[in-house]
């Protein structure tokens, strides 16, 4: 079971990225993906999440209208596409899969993660 996230990067403030979270040894749509981000001294902290059908999503408050997570399961890839970045988005963000999108938004109810992808944002 392996998660690996890329797409992450240096970008100026307002701009966008695309991440991606890419499973493999494990049916990937059998799953709920969240999105976790975790910035230097602060507990980390969900993003957003997508069940197993795609169908229904969370995208927490301090992202919403920002962020857009999305999934291709023939492709065994999650996807969070984040625009109109800030400084405060600047963080290691982490893809994680379990049964379900956990309410409680708790990092430690999910049983499978990634490494993480550095998102900088900087001038």
């Known amino acids: 079971v392996q998660l690996v996230e890329s797409g992450g990067g240096l970008v100026q403030p307002g701009g966008s990225l695309r991440l991606s979270c890419a499973a493999s040894?494990?049916?990937?749509?059998?799953?709920?993906v969240a999105w976790f981000r975790q910035a230097p001294g602060k507990e980390r902290e969900e993003v957003s999440c997508i069940d197993a059908s795609g169908a229904n999503t969370y995208v927490a408050d301090s992202v919403k209208g920002r962020v857009t997570i999305s999934r291709d399961n023939n492709k065994q890839e999650v996807y969070l596409r984040m625009s109109g970045l800030k400084s405060e988005d600047a963080a290691i963000y982490y893809c994680?899969?379990?049964?379900?999108?956990?309410?409680?938004?708790?990092?430690?109810?999910?049983?499978?993660w990634g490494q993480g992808t550095q998102v900088t944002v900087s001038t």
């Open positions: 040894g494990f049916t990937l749509g059998h799953y709920a």
């Open positions: 994680a899969a379990d049964a379900v999108c956990f309410e409680s938004g708790n990092a430690a109810e999910y049983d499978y």
